[in-house]
């Protein structure tokens, strides 16, 4: 059992940056693939990064990419998402999602590849 909690939502202007962390509880986080997805009003939730196990492969949606950068340190249980050039396109609840995944190299994408599931943040980004 995983327990997720996000952190470092808020609000901020187009162009400014945030970073949302994930801290999992558990002593096997090292062996968990982690994905950060998002959901706007009235629309699904999809995928914005993800990260294999050991933080060797990672995932951008075409739409964040280069503005966005996910890691891990699993020294402390935590994914990041740093997130630079904020648009208003990109307010959203953000979830952080996890996945057992030792030695498994591929990166999982959709919702349903995920067991555990954080509480969201939310990022809004004034224009």
């Known amino acids: 059992q995983v327990q997720l909690v996000e952190s470092g939502g808020g609000l901020v202007q187009a162009g400014g940056s945030l970073r949302l962390s994930c801290a999992a509880s558990g002593r096997t986080f090292s062996s968990y693939a982690m994905g950060w997805f998002r959901q706007a009003p009235g629309k699904e939730r999809d995928v914005v990064a993800a990260?294999?196990?050991?933080?060797?492969?990672?995932y951008y949606a075409d739409s964040v990419k280069g503005r966005f950068t996910i890691s891990r340190d699993n020294a402390k249980n935590t994914v990041y998402l740093q997130m630079n050039s904020l648009k208003p396109e990109d307010t959203a609840v953000y979830y952080c999602?996890?996945?057992?995944?030792?030695?498994?190299?591929?990166?999982?994408?959709?919702?349903?590849?995920?067991?555990?599931w954080g509480q969201g943040t939310q990022v809004t980004v004034s224009s």
């Open positions: 999602a996890a996945r057992l995944s030792y030695r498994d190299y591929i990166l999982r994408l959709r919702e349903v590849e995920y067991e555990y």
């Open positions: 990260i294999t196990w050991s933080g060797g492969n990672t």
